[in-house]
């Protein structure tokens, strides 16, 4: 026999049963999907689909389109959320590919513009993909994380853990440049990667510059992940133990 006791002791999450979340499955697979879609584009239209597939926005890209994806997939099936150093991790890669691309290769007077570039030259299909992966998936993420996910969860070690891939990037980078026949078109996929134009020490500096920089940004994430509000909405929305009996 169950006592009232015993009854008023069980958990809440025992009791209530995990709920879909169709809305944010729905935004998640829209984001994820313009992620594809630039991916493709630029696929299609390129000469070399490694080339393509070198550069740290087309992988953080492939990372957003997949974690969100099944972040999707679990909402919509009402299956506990991807853990948090998963889906920080890739709002972190996608910012830095947002907000590299706007305020460093996009800006003149940045000193590593790429404008003036003509294999990037933004034109017809170009132009649409650039849009999808350097600003559309960087906002979708951003709008995922501030309205559809609890906050609290990130933590400072989750920061240091991050910037594991953007260093093994920077090795990749400097490695396959180093490989590569001198010429080759994008032999170094950033102007601020390139040895050619900066020396191994010019290229060292720059990676210590952007590499603070990275980790700052993602020490940011952590703390605003302590002070942002909950947004709840219909779809995620529990009773409180201490408004009453559960119904």
């Known amino acids: ?3 009232p006791h015993r009854i008023s002791t069980v958990p809440a999450a025992a009791v209530v049963p995990p709920r879909r979340r169709p809305l944010a499955a729905a935004f ?17 239209i390129s000469d070399s ?9 087309i992988q953080s890209n492939i990372l957003v389109a997949v974690v969100l994806a099944l972040s999707a997939w679990r909402a919509w099936t009402a299956r506990p ?13 996608i910012s830095i590919t947002g907000l590299v691309y706007h305020f460093v290769l996009a800006n003149d007077s940045s000193g590593f513009s790429m404008t003036d570039d003509p294999q990037v030259a933004l034109t017809g ?14 906002i979708g993420a951003a709008l995922n994380w ?11 070690r989750h920061a240091a853990l991050w910037l594991l891939y953007p ?14 026949t001198p010429g080759t078109p994008a032999r170094y996929p950033y102007p601020f990667l390139d040895v050619d134009l900066h020396g191994y020490a010019g290229v ?5 510059v952007f590499g603070l920089a990275f980790y700052a940004l993602a020490l940011a994430l952590v703390g605003l992940d302590r002070i942002r509000p909950e947004i709840r909405g219909p779809e995620n929305r529990i009773s409180s133990q201490a408004a009453g009996p559960l119904k």
């Open 28 to 44: 998640r697979a829209l984001v994820a999907i313009a992620a594809v879609t630039g991916i493709v584009i630029d696929l299609s």
């Open 146 to 156: 501030l309205l559809l996910t609890r906050p609290g969860a990130l933590r400072p």
């Open 125 to 138: 299909a170009r132009q649409v993909s650039n849009q999808l992966l350097h600003t559309v998936t960087p």
């Open 167 to 180: 260093l093994a990037y920077f090795g990749f980078a400097l490695i396959r440049g180093a490989i590569m």
């Open 1 to 3: 026999m169950i006592t």
């Open 204 to 208: 060292l500096t720059n990676a210590v």
């Open 81 to 93: 959320p991807l853990p948090p150093l998963v889906t920080g991790g890739v709002l972190l890669f």
């Open 49 to 57: 689909a490694l080339r393509v597939l070198s550069y740290f926005t």
